[in-house]
Each structure stands twice: as structure tokens, then as C-alpha cells.
């Protein structure tokens, strides 16, 4: 029986080494790929729903391993956020997302997912100035989006830091509505300027009755507080439907499209305009 616990252990042990083998590599093969610029954002359209007309698009950042091809980025964002790689590639995707929206209609805005760390290092306000005046960006046209966790891990900086980019008329959106611990006082403690609800509530808003009533109860307090309020991972015409009709104002997901590569939004926003 001795035996047989000291094997198990091993091979625990030797389990373990080579997931964390496993994952310093990758850590390593980030870090590169972070140094090279291999690190690309596409961009995902977010549709008004009364019109349909394209408002802007969300920056998804994308990474495409040498050998292991696409890696989400659940696991890369969370692994830059671990080895502290997470402030040099929130500032070039920063960069990135400012360059190549400036080149779009300006009527267009586009949203940059950002992660709570970025908000501790205290050059944030700095970053994101940078990268409007490199790129000339009007501060109107980029929008910020956080999740709870910032909220959770909320101190007086972080409050600072929102209402000074706020000031500057950069908009702030708060991602993932209702998953994790989001609570209603976050309207009352952060001025957001709009809601974005988690797709899983969308997913669910045909054959959940409790779905159906949050997503309605989030548009109805978004509105009351004259908060924009988008749907993210909008799959069907059903849904689209539903949700223009409770009072959602931006529709985000693939019924309309997946995120594309820069090289594609000319030719997407001139197939929208089309008649
Ligand atoms: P998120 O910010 O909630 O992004 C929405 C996710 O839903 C994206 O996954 C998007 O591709 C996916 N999606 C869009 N429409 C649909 C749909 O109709 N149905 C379904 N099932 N999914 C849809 P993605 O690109 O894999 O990103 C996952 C998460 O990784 C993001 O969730 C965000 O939290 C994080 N992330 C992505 N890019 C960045 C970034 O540049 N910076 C940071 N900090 N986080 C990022
Ligand atoms: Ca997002
Ligand atoms: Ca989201
Ligand atoms: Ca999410």
C-alpha cells in the first residue's frame, strides 16, 4: 500500500513538472510573441438595433502560435496578466486599436478590452494618451471596456482613473453584466456609460424565464440612467429581434459577424452602407 502512494505521488509530481514545463514554454513562446508584434487585434462590428447601422467594433485580441495555432485569449491575457507581460501588451494593442480605428469613418468608435492590472501600474492615463496622439484619435471615439473584477478590486485610484479618462470623453463600458459578482450598486458607484450583457444571458433569453427578465431589468436601468446598453453574442434573428424589442440598443455577435482582421473592415462597413 506504501508502494502504491508513492507511485500515485510521482506521478503527481511528475504530472505537475510537466504542466508547469508546459506552461513556461508558452510563457516564453508570449513573451516573444509579445516582443515581435505578433499579437493581433480583430475587430468584431456592434450594430445599433433600431437600424442595424454599424456604430463600431470591438478589439479582440488574437495570437496564432507558431506550432500550436490559435490560442484563445482566456489563456494568453491570463498568462500575460501571471508573468507580468500584461502592461507592455495592453499598451501595443492600445496602440493598435487607436491606429487602425482612425483610419475607419469617423463616425465609428472602437472598444479595447482592458484588464484591472492595467489600472495598477498608475501609467494607464499616460498609455492611453500616448496612444491618441500617436495615432490621432479623438478620445470620442475609443471606449474602454471592464469587467466586475475591476470593481471587486475597486480602490479610490481605480475611481480616479475612470472619471479622469471619462473627463477626457474616452467612454466607459463595463463588460460581462451579470456574471461573477456584478452587482447593481456598480451603477451607483462608477458612472458607466454603457452596460455590456454577458452572452450567456442572451443565449438563454428564448427558454430561460430568469435570462429573459435580468436581460430586460438591466435594459430597463440602463435606460432609466440614460446608459447605452449593448447585447453581446447575439446569434440569432429571434434573439436580435427580442432584444431590439425590450429596448437593448446595440446588438454585438456573430448573427451579424465574427471579429475580422483589420484588413476586412473597409470592405464590411461599405457592404453595410450598401443599399
Ligand atoms: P469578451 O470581452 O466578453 O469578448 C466577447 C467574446 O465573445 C469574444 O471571444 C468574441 O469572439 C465572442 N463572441 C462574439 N460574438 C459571439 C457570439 O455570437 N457567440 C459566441 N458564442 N461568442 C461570441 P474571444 O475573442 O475569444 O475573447 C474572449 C475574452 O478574452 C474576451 O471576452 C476578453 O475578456 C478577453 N480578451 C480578448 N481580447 C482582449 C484584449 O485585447 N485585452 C484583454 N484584457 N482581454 C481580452
Ligand atoms: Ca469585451
Ligand atoms: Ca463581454
Ligand atoms: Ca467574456
Not at 81 to 101: F, H, T
Not at 202 to 227: C, D, P
Request: hydrophobic letters at 40%.
Amino acid at each position: 500500500a506504501k508502494k502504491d502512494g508513492r507511485d500515485k505521488v510521482c506521478l503527481f509530481d511528475s504530472q505537475m513538472d510537466a504542466a508547469v514545463r508546459d506552461r513556461r514554454m508558452l510563457e516564453g513562446d508570449l513573451r516573444a510573441a509579445v516582443a515581435n508584434g505578433d499579437i493581433k487585434l480583430a475587430y468584431q462590428p456592434v450594430v445599433a438595433s433600431s437600424t442595424t447601422d454599424v456604430t463600431g467594433f470591438e478589439a479582440l485580441a488574437r495570437w496564432k502560435h507558431p506550432t500550436r495555432g490559435h490560442i484563445s485569449p482566456e489563456v494568453f491575457i491570463s498568462l500575460a496578466e501571471d508573468c507580468g507581460l500584461i502592461e507592455e501588451l495592453g499598451a501595443l494593442l492600445l496602440d493598435q486599436a487607436c491606429n487602425a480605428a482612425v483610419k475607419w469613418p469617423e463616425h465609428l468608435c472602437v472598444a479595447v478590452n482592458l484588464s484591472p492590472l492595467q489600472f495598477r501600474s498608475g501609467k494607464l492615463i499616460q498609455t492611453i494618451q500616448s496612444a491618441l496622439n500617436r495615432s490621432g484619435l479623438a478620445p470620442e471615439r475609443l471606449q474602454l471596456e471592464v469587467t466586475e473584477r475591476l470593481v471587486i478590486e475597486d480602490t479610490d485610484e481605480t475611481v480616479t482613473q475612470l472619471k479622469e479618462l471619462r473627463a477626457q470623453g474616452i467612454h466607459i463600458l463595463i463588460d460581462d453584466f451579470g456574471v461573477g459578482h456584478s452587482s447593481l450598486s456598480y451603477f451607483q458607484v462608477l458612472p458607466f456609460d454603457k452596460v455590456k450583457i454577458d452572452k450567456s444571458f442572451i443565449h438563454e433569453i428564448e427558454t430561460s424565464r430568469s435570462a429573459n427578465a435580468i436581460v430586460e431589468a438591466v435594459i430597463g436601468i440602463g435606460r432609466q440612467l440614460s446608459m447605452g446598453i449593448v447585447a453581446e453574442g447575439v446569434e440569432t434573428e429571434k434573439q436580435r429581434n427580442l432584444l431590439t424589442r425590450l429596448g437593448c440598443s446595440h446588438l454585438q455577435g456573430y448573427y451579424f459577424s465574427a471579429a475580422m482582421p483589420p484588413e476586412e473592415v473597409p470592405a464590411f462597413i461599405a457592404d453595410m452602407q450598401a443599399p
